[in-house]
């Protein structure tokens, strides 16, 4: 079974700044994808960015941006220009090739005026 | 505008009072799950199903029910709720099972049970 692990209940960050939210994941599979899923308190999950496990270059979406260490099993989020609209709850997700999606805990972030 | 819809969207009851949550999407997925979200654990899958008549347990199926009679609706029944059924839960579709394709979820259901 696959588990994925946010050590960082909560964040905050000044508008404008650079964060960057951590995950680690445990898996025995070599084809898996990684996603970030963004909750803001209207409570919908929106996709964010996606990335898969083949791929040895990060993937980047505007200000968002990952580093994917394969074989740390490291998966974090960089948030670059931090806006207000950032504030959210922020969950780590494994897929396996079976659409199977595995959930973090969640990071709530906080970014301060 | 493709979405999930589900409703109700906030629902207090009580215990034992069989409830069902429906969810219903328009872009012809295949792939159809429900998840639960509890402080602290994320979310977790209870049921999915790859395709109409054809559904399977997730990691926390205990006390729910699922069936995929139509490709576009896959419905949630609690037969005998009970507190701990207390959550938040969403519904999700992906355009087909075994390419991990981007899941959509609905606006998500905010269940109390008494």
């Known amino acids: 079974a696959q588990t994925v692990t946010q050590s960082q209940p909560e964040m905050s960050v000044q508008e404008a700044e650079t964060v960057t939210l951590s995950c680690t994941y445990d898996t025995s599979e070599n084809n898996y994808y990684l996603f970030w899923y963004k909750q803001p308190p209207s409570r919908q999950m929106i996709l964010v960015i996606r990335q898969e496990a083949y791929k040895q270059q990060n993937a980047t979406e505007n200000r968002f941006s990952v580093n994917f260490q394969k074989a740390a099993k490291s998966f974090s989020l960089k948030i670059s220009d931090s806006q207000l609209g950032d504030t959210a709850m922020y969950f780590c997700?494994?897929?396996?090739?079976?659409?199977?999606?595995?959930f973090g805990g969640g990071t709530r972030l906080m970014v301060k005026p | 505008e493709a979405q999930v819809t589900q409703n109700p969207r906030y629902l207090i009851t009580v215990t034992g009072k069989k409830l069902t949550v429906t969810c219903s999407q328009n872009?012809?997925?295949?792939?159809m799950s429900w998840y639960r979200q509890d402080p602290g654990l994320g979310l977790r899958q209870i049921y999915y199903s790859m395709n109409v008549e054809v559904t399977d347990k997730g990691d926390v199926p205990e006390g729910y029910k699922v069936s995929r009679k139509e490709k576009r609706n896959f419905p949630l029944i609690l037969e005998s709720p009970s507190p701990n059924q207390t959550s938040l839960y969403f519904c999700?579709?992906?355009?087909?099972?075994?390419?991990?394709?981007?899941?959509?979820f609905g606006p998500g259901t905010r269940l109390t049970v008494l």
């Open positions: 999700a579709s992906s355009l087909e099972q075994g390419r991990a394709d981007t899941q959509y």
């Open positions: 872009m012809n997925h295949e792939y």
């Open positions: 997700a494994f897929a396996n090739a079976g659409n199977m999606l595995t």
